[in-house]
C-alpha cells in the first residue's frame, strides 16, 4: 500500500511527472488491489490519467482513464463513471476527437442527472 500513498502524496502535491513516473509500480498494485478494494485501484488510474492528460500525453491519459471507468461500471459507482467519462471527454477534445468528446461529456452530464 506505500506505493498508493506515494502516488497519493505526489498527486496531492500536483507533482505529475511523479505520479507518471510511478506508473509500473501503480499498475501492478491497482491490478492486485482491483478486487479486494476496487476503489482504490480506480482512483489509481484516475491519477494516472490527471498525470499523463497534464503532460500532455493524451492517448495515454484515454488509456488510464477507461480503465477507471470500467471500474467504475463494474462496482457500480456512478460517480466515478461520471468523472471518467468528463475526463475521456477532456482528453479526446484536447486530441480534437470532437464527437467523441460530446459523446463522452453527454455520458458524464446524464450520469450526473
Request: no cysteine; charged share 10%; glycine share 6%.
Given at each position: 500500500m506505500?506505493?498508493?500513498f506515494m502516488i497519493e502524496h505526489l498527486a496531492d502535491a500536483g507533482d505529475w511527472r511523479g505520479v507518471a513516473a510511478q506508473e509500473r509500480a501503480a499498475v501492478v498494485v491497482a491490478?492486485?488491489?482491483r478486487h479486494l478494494v476496487p476503489c482504490n485501484s480506480a482512483w489509481?488510474?484516475?491519477?494516472?490519467g490527471n498525470a499523463h492528460y497534464t503532460l500532455g500525453d493524451f492517448a495515454k491519459a484515454i488509456e488510464n482513464h477507461t480503465q477507471r471507468l470500467e471500474i467504475s461500471k463494474e462496482?457500480?459507482?456512478r460517480v466515478g463513471e461520471s468523472q471518467a467519462y468528463g475526463n475521456l471527454g477532456n482528453a479526446c477534445f484536447s486530441l480534437g476527437?470532437?464527437?467523441k468528446a460530446i459523446e463522452d461529456h453527454t455520458q458524464s452530464l446524464a450520469l450526473d442527472r
Open positions: 506505500s506505493v498508493l491490478a492486485a488491489v489509481v488510474y484516475s491519477a494516472l462496482v457500480g459507482d476527437d470532437y464527437s
